[in-house]
């Protein structure tokens, strides 16, 4: 951690393939952030994981994946087009805006602080709504005929979802109905959210566009304690699973007055990053807020029936909600290590092989001896067919490829040499010792695996 800086981490995640600025070739858009061969491969492995522990693997989730895209009444009924908002701050002389609650020393009031960059003064804060607006269809009015004919509602602007937990109460009643399930169950979703941060900044920390893995619990109301202290420890071993330093996680027990407008409970779960103490997860207790206010405006009866099938009841709701941006940058700070290899210093990706987005790398120990390379593409074939996340590398000499390699966190580097000819073995190498061993050509790939 003491050696991990932003700087590091950004240059390291562009140069080797992992995130680039958007819209790069155009001077960037801020607040967005491209994944690239090595970026997706970490992000998909990450989600995979997450979908694995708490949809597949268990008996009481089912998953669905939303439109983002949703009728605007979803967004009035859960309150959010009242309340998503930052308080936002004008600068009286270079008008640049900032978030009032990070902008200068914020134990003296606002009309003491001064702008960053021209030293003025600050006006009035004003609550400053984070959904993005957009307009659904071609026409520029509305007209009985379209409207009537099931055409295109021009007159409607809805916004890009804030939050992915949207999908999935409006999808509580069909899962409800296509399942029958019994409390307690829960929904989870992956997928896109979009705020218009007024201040995006630290990387992928605070975007405008992001990605979320959320679950909706549902409970009877009396038993919301014991699932939030069940998803508390399912937070730790997904962070655990994933490979984030758990010394690095704090838990912050959200104050009133501080938690979203639908929230009686909140814990985040805090990750010291270059830059401070901030949020990595949250865990809330939404109460009945969201699909009481669901029913109410769309009419949809969104209850349940007791155990003895009498009483209708509208369930609680424990949330817990992960960031795949933030995961991303929590595990990029918790594998980057420095250190010495036979008297020379590296730098390499300490990353749990279940989540690297490269499993292994094949190299033929001379890429201009024709022998070595055919033997080398069959053994990179067998291994690629077990571990696709397999990579062929034969640029520049050996030490070099397993520096590149150990910059990327590929746990196992495989040589085919001169002794693979005679015997079917290669050389295994392990990325965190530097460690080889020999290994026969028949074991390599369930080992690998
Ligand atoms: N459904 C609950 C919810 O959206 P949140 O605390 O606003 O709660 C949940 O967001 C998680 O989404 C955060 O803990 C963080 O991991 C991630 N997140 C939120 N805003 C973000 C942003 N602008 N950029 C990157 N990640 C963000």
Redesign the pocket.
């Known amino acids: 951690m003491a050696d991990v800086t932003m700087e590091k981490l950004v240059s390291l995640c562009k140069r080797r393939g992992f995130i680039y600025p958007g819209s790069e070739i155009y001077g960037g858009l801020s ?1 967005t952030w491209d994944y690239g061969p090595l970026g997706v491969e970490l992000k998909n492995n990450i989600k995979a994981l997450w979908w694995k522990m708490f949809v597949q693997e268990r008996e009481d989730m089912y998953g669905v994946d939303a439109a983002i895209l949703m009728n605007p009444k979803v967004w009035e009924a859960s309150g959010h087009v009242t309340g998503f908002a930052d308080p936002l701050v004008e600068c009286k002389k270079c008008k640049r805006r900032y978030r009032a609650d990070q902008v200068g020393d914020l134990s003296t009031p606002l009309e003491a602080r001064k702008c960053p960059e021209c030293g003025g003064a600050f006006g009035d804060v004003r609550q400053f709504n984070m959904m993005f607006k957009t307009q659904i269809g071609a026409t520029p009015a509305r007209t009985t005929d379209n409207v009537q004919s099931g055409g295109d509602d021009a007159s409607a602007t809805t916004y890009l979802r ?4 949207g999908g999935i109460f409006v999808n509580f009643k069909n899962v409800v109905d296509s399942f029958h399930p019994k409390l307690p169950f829960g929904i989870a979703q992956i997928g896109k ?1 979009f ?1 218009n ?1 007024i201040a ?1 900044r630290d990387f ?5 566009e ?3 893995m ?1 679950v909706e619990y549902f409970v009877y109301p009396d038993e919301w304690k014991g699932a939030f202290e069940a998803w508390r420890k399912e937070v730790y071993r997904y962070i655990d699973a994933v490979g984030i330093s758990k010394d690095l996680v704090h838990e912050l027990e959200v104050p009133d007055g501080e938690r ?1 407008h639908y929230s009686k409970r ?1 814990i ?2 805090e990750f010291d990053w270059p830059f401070g103490r901030k ?4 865990l ?1 207790y ?1 109460t009945d807020f969201d699909l009481s206010a669901h029913a109410k405006a769309s009419g949809a009866g969104l209850t349940m029936t007791d155990e003895e099938g009498k009483e209708p009841l509208t369930p609680h709701v424990v ?1 817990p ?7 991303i940058l929590a595990l990029l700070i918790s594998a980057y290590t420095e250190d010495q290899l036979g008297g020379e210093p590296r730098t390499y990706l300490k990353f749990n092989p279940a989540v690297a987005p490269v499993k292994a790398a094949v190299f033929p120990l001379l890429k201009n001896k024709p022998q070595l390379v055919e033997k080398a593409r069959e053994v990179y074939a067998l291994i690629k067919k077990a571990v696709p996340q397999t990579m062929w590398d034969d640029n520049g000499n050996i030490g070099k490829r397993y520096r590149r390699q150990d910059e990327i966190g590929t746990p196992h580097c495989i040589t085919i040499d001169f002794q693979t000819l005679e015997d079917d073995t290669v050389t295994l190498r392990n990325r965190d010792t530097g460690e080889q061993k020999r290994i026969s050509i028949d074991e390599l790939a369930s080992h690998v695996a």
């Open positions: 607040g804030p939050e992915t937990a959210a705020r941060e995006p992928i920390f605070r975007v405008r992001l990605e979320q959320e979203a909140t985040d779960f949020e990595l997860y949250g809330a939404r949330e909600s992960f960031g795949v941006d933030r995961t």
